[in-house]
Nanobody, 124 residues
């Protein structure tokens, strides 16, 4: 199983980024997927979940209205569109497969597969 994130980088406050996560090794369309982040010196923080079809999405309060999770089941790829970024969004962003989708967990043990992460830095 591999989850490979990309799309991170340095962006000024107010800017946008789109993260991607390409998945292999399991049936992509049969699983909820998540984005989870970890800011420097802090613990894991759940960002967003999406159901198998992409029809239901779930967001942490800080992400509502600014972030959009989506997926392309034909390409086995998960996305996170992030707009109106601020310095507090600086973190390592992971895609992960949750054991129970839609719960919005920040616990590492409630995910069975993780990517290596992509760094997002919001700074002027």
């Amino acid at each position: 199983v591999q989850l490979t994130e990309s799309g991170g980088g340095l962006v000024p406050p107010g800017g946008s980024l789109t993260l991607s996560c390409v998945v292999s090794g399991f049936s992509f369309s049969r699983h909820f997927l998540s984005w989870v982040r970890q800011a420097p010196g802090k613990g894991l923080e759940w960002v967003s979940d999406i159901d198998m079809s992409g029809g239901r999405t779930y967001y942490a309060d800080f992400a509502k209205g600014r972030f959009t999770i989506s997926r392309d089941n034909a390409k086995d790829t998960l996305y996170l569109q992030m707009d109106s970024l601020n310095p507090e969004d600086t973190a390592l962003y992971f895609c992960a497969r949750p054991l129970f989708g839609g719960l919005g967990s920040s616990r590492q043990d409630e995910y069975d597969y993780w990517g290596q992460g992509t760094q997002v830095t919001v700074s002027s």
